[in-house]
Nanobody
Framework: QVQVVESGGGSVQAGDSLRLSCVAS????????VGWFRQASGKEREFVVA????????YYAESVKGRFSVSRDNAKNAVYLQMNSLEPADTAVYYC??????????????????WGPGTQVTVSS
């Protein structure tokens, strides 16, 4: 089994930055593809960014491109989401999702097998 835990959420002002962390533990084999998703209150979950298991490929939602960046530390089984120039529209619960089965699942949530409980990000104007 694989466990996924996010951290780093909080309440910030518009224009501020936050860095979310995602740590995968258990039988990851040290290699997994990851996706970040978010869900605002009353809205459907939406894709934010995906990173391949090698870390060589990434894909960002248009709404965050140029403001968010994803990175990983394979030695720690950790993935980071750096969020800059935050906007009130970024307010949501952010989820990290992982799969061992696919090298680059992309934007589809159903292709990720393990999910964290989420971390709240609140951006006020």
């Amino acid at each position: 089994q694989v466990q996924v835990v996010e951290s780093g959420g909080g309440s910030v002002q518009a224009g501020d930055s936050l860095r979310l962390s995602c740590v995968a533990s258990g039988r990851t084999g040290g290699r997994f593809a990851v996706g970040w998703f978010r869900q605002a209150s009353g809205k459907e979950r939406e894709f934010v960014v995906a990173m391949s298991d090698s870390g060589d490929s990434t894909y960002y939602a248009e709404s965050v491109k140029g403001r968010f960046s994803v990175s990983r530390d394979n030695a720690k089984n950790a993935v980071y989401l750096q969020m800059n120039s935050l906007e009130p529209a970024d307010t949501a619960v952010y989820y990290c999702a992982v799969t061992l089965e696919r090298s680059f699942p992309g934007t589809s949530a159903r292709l990720y097998d393990y999910w964290g409980p989420g971390t709240q990000v609140t951006v006020s104007s």
